[in-house]
RNA sequence: GGUGCCAUAGCCAAGUGGUAAGGCAAAGGUCUGCAACACCUCUAUCACCAGUUCAAAUCUGGUUGGCACCUCCA
């Protein structure tokens, strides 16, 4: 399987540090108010990622945190008139309803930065020995970024460039650096807001040292891929290899990978545009299936646009995969009244050509997770499935066939076998009274009943197998 | 100002040296009482210019047009 690894910016083979198992970390959303769409890429790609390597045989150890400490979250208690716990509570339990229904699978650790408080003292207690950190006068504690000679690996900057762009911080009123390219890892409290006790200043932690030390908790020292957003490339990620490799003295992630923003109508999301949506807000409308459908449409380091419009195709792209797999049911129920279980000879050479849609697939997603040529192959899969099954075929068969398509989606973490749901009788009825109707040549009532059911969101299809129903 | 990315059919989107996957939409057809589903058919020389090569969407240089980061925004 090849990553592209943002630190030497080319696709590279992906070797575990310890065989058969991957070390992953994902930096997850602050939780000041509900996940917008643009955090849920992250969630929805890298989730894919687990999904494929898991497949593949690989244990993943899968950390995402959340951070729960933080001037946004501060303000929203301070409008609530609440503690700031309360507001990060509210949004990590929402947070973690719309991962569910995003169908991404939970984290094997879901650190919280307010509990890891510990381990942050004590790295940047370590930085501190190392000559690596310096406290200023209020306590606040300053990460010395020239000390790190690599800084900037990751972005491909050099600090002499970015203290040429940055002449704004130069004036900026934090004299306190001795550099302006120096960033925080601890900070005064100040009046009302949550704070801990530490050798420098009751404070709180500054935002990159949290990763750092979750990651190193939970991961070790060392951890094969790191993952997020790509604009936390810098500084962020930049500020937690510095930490983390100058505390510990080890290549800190082997693999940076990192998914392109999502556009909203080809603009940039943000509130003062008011194109601004949130998964939930997506939820009203439609199932987030279609959503991480739509996600995982395209390749996650291409910049992805979303509208209205796409999410229609996407919704009739993905109905077209859940079509076929309700008419495999339909004809596996089929095969059963007719007796025909085993699959026959011609059945077996059918499945064995099946199989390359399988081998597609991987292809697909071992090339840096190809998501939109995995989907593709799916496609193919569907188009081959409704060509070579009909009445005539067995369950086996069809089973066979069902699964494979169950499983190259289930990698995807899309649902396409959704459980039957029991209709009430009333609706039963109506459907029977209309086949009766039918039969008569009375098709004036049967329209009406038709018409009656889609009022009720009960899509009729007559099909030469009998009449299937779908919600719509 | 610094760094980097992108430009493929009506829309979305793979492909990164050997003569353009897939999906949505539209059109025609088969099936069907009709509709829907499904199937068949049909749709691009890859922003522009120049170059390298037997061969380029795919490499190099340039032009134009988008975009991102450099401010604790995924």
Redesign the pocket.
């Known amino acids: 399987m090849k990553i592209y690894n943002t630190l030497s910016?080319r696709k590279e083979e992906f070797i575990p540090i310890e065989e058969g198992k991957v070390r992953m970390y994902v930096?997850?959303?602050?939780v000041?108010n509900l996940?917008?769409?643009?955090?849920?890429?992250?969630?929805i790609v890298f989730d894919t990622v687990r999904r494929y390597m898991e497949y593949k045989g690989f244990e993943v150890n899968y950390v995402s945190n959340f951070?729960d400490v933080?001037?946004?979250i501060i303000k929203q208690a301070i409008a609530e008139g609440v503690d700031a716990s309360v507001i990060s509570e509210r949004y990590i339990a929402e947070c973690k309803a719309d991962m569910e229904a995003l169908n991404v699978k939970p984290a094997t650790t879901h650190p919280l930065a307010t509990q890891e408080i510990c381990g942050m003292l004590d790295m940047i207690g370590t930085l501190i020995e190392k000559g690596h950190a310096y406290e200023a006068a209020d306590g606040t504690v300053y990460y010395r970024t020239r000390s790190f000679q690599e800084y900037g690996k990751l972005?491909?900057?050099?600090v002499d460039?970015?203290q040429?762009?940055?002449r704004?911080?130069l004036v900026s009123g934090e004299d306190q650096k001795e550099d302006?390219?120096d960033?925080?890892l601890w900070?005064p409290k100040k009046d009302g807001e949550p704070y801990w006790e530490s050798p420098w200043c009751n404070g709180r932690p500054?935002?990159?040292i949290e990763c750092s030390v979750m990651s190193k908790r939970y991961l070790g020292d060392e951890i094969d891929i790191h993952a997020?957003?790509?604009?936390?490339?810098?500084?962020?990620h930049e500020n937690e290899i510095a930490q983390s490799e100058a505390a510990n003295g080890k290549q800190f992630a082997r693999y940076w990978m990192?998914?392109?923003?999502?556009?909203?109508d080809?603009?940039?999301?943000?509130k003062s545009l008011g194109n601004f949506f949130t998964v939930r807000d997506i939820s009203e409308k439609y199932d987030l299936q279609v959503l991480r459908f739509?996600m995982l449409?395209?390749?996650?380091?291409?910049?992805?646009?979303f509208?209205a419009?796409?999410m229609?195709?996407?919704?009739?792209?993905?109905?077209?995969i859940l079509?076929?797999v309700?008419?495999l049911h339909h004809l596996m129920e089929n095969a059963v009244t007719l007796g025909k279980i085993e699959e026959t000879v011609s059945e077996q050479e059918l499945l064995q050509d099946a199989k390359r849609f399988v081998t597609?697939f991987e292809t697909?997603m071992d090339?840096?997770c190809?998501t939109?040529?995995a989907?593709?192959?799916?496609?193919?899969l569907?188009?081959?499935?409704?060509?070579n099954t009909d009445a005539t075929c067995s369950q086996s068969f069809l089973m066979a066939i069902l699964q494979e398509i169950k499983e190259l989606s289930d990698i995807c973490g899309l649902l396409v076998d959704t459980a039957p749901e029991i209709l009430d009788t009333q609706i039963e009825t109506l459907i029977e009274q209309?086949q009766v109707?039918?039969r008569e040549?009375n098709?004036?009532r049967?329209?009406e009943i038709?018409e009656e059911l889609l009022a009720q969101g009960i899509?009729?299809?007559?099909?030469?197998e009998g009449?299937?129903w779908k919600r719509v």
Not at 27 to 30: E, I, L, S
Not at 382 to 387: D, E
């Open positions: 910016k930096c997850g959303p602050t000041y996940i917008h769409i643009g955090n849920a890429r992250p969630m951070t933080d001037d946004k972005s491909h900057r050099n460039d970015l040429a762009g940055n704004s911080l302006p390219l960033f925080v900070k500054g935002w990159h997020g957003g790509e604009d936390l490339i810098f500084p962020h990192h998914n392109a923003f999502l556009n909203i080809n603009r940039k999301m943000s739509f449409s395209a390749h996650y380091r291409s910049p992805l646009n509208s419009e796409l229609e195709s996407a919704k009739n792209g993905r109905d077209r079509t076929a309700q008419n597609q697909a090339d840096d190809n939109a040529d989907i593709a192959a799916i496609f193919d569907v188009k081959w499935t409704n060509t209309r109707a039918r040549k098709f004036a049967s329209d038709r899509l009729l299809e007559d099909t030469r009449v299937k």
